[in-house]
């Protein structure tokens, strides 16, 4: 398992401990702890792949940011700046997200290509979409403009 990123927050995690930084340190682990635990999912440990760390730090990611949500509905405002805060050191590692208009243009270019025609093709089209961002599109918004796409 060498993958680019996860070297990265081993090498991050090392920094964080020798500064001191609880906060980062304990992000830091939990992130790794998640990579390790993907890898050793199923019958047989396998090697992650870059993009397979990744969609593991996205996850993460996803994860707080919903927690944030419930607790701040819950009027949990301190715990949910924790979460929020430890998303945002894991989104750190992840690809920028692709605003809004190149995520239309990416939309119009698959459907284009694939010649998809109606929301029959939805999850064709998702799939080459998803394959294109390669992590740096939000799946909600995806599949929000996909399906206005084709819709209309």
């Keep these: 398992m060498s993958a680019a990123t996860l070297d990265q927050l081993t090498a ?19 992130a790794i702890g998640a990579v390790r635990a993907e890898s050793k ?4 440990e396998k090697d992650l792949t870059e993009d397979d760390v990744l969609k593991v730090l996205a996850r993460e990611v996803k994860k707080r940011r919903e ?5 701040t ?12 805060a430890e998303a945002d050191v894991i989104e750190t590692y992840l ?5 809004d208009d190149e995520l239309a243009a990416l939309v119009t270019a698959v459907v284009a290509d694939l010649g998809a025609t109606s929301l029959k093709d ?8 998803t394959a294109r ?3 740096a599109a939000d799946g909600k918004k995806l599949s929000t403009l ?4 084709l819709a209309g």
């Design 12 to 30: 991050d995690l090392t920094t964080a401990m020798k500064a001191r930084d609880t906060v980062r340190v304990g992000v830091l682990r939990q």
């Design 41 to 44: 999912a199923g019958p047989v």
């Design 67 to 71: 927690s944030a949500q419930i607790y």
């Design 73 to 84: 509905d819950a009027g949990a405002a301190e715990r949910a700046e924790t979460e929020t």
């Design 95 to 99: 690809p920028a997200r692709l605003s």
């Design 122 to 129: 939805m999850g064709g089209v998702m799939k080459e979409a």
């Design 133 to 135: 961002a390669a992590g």
């Design 146 to 149: 996909v399906r206005a796409a």
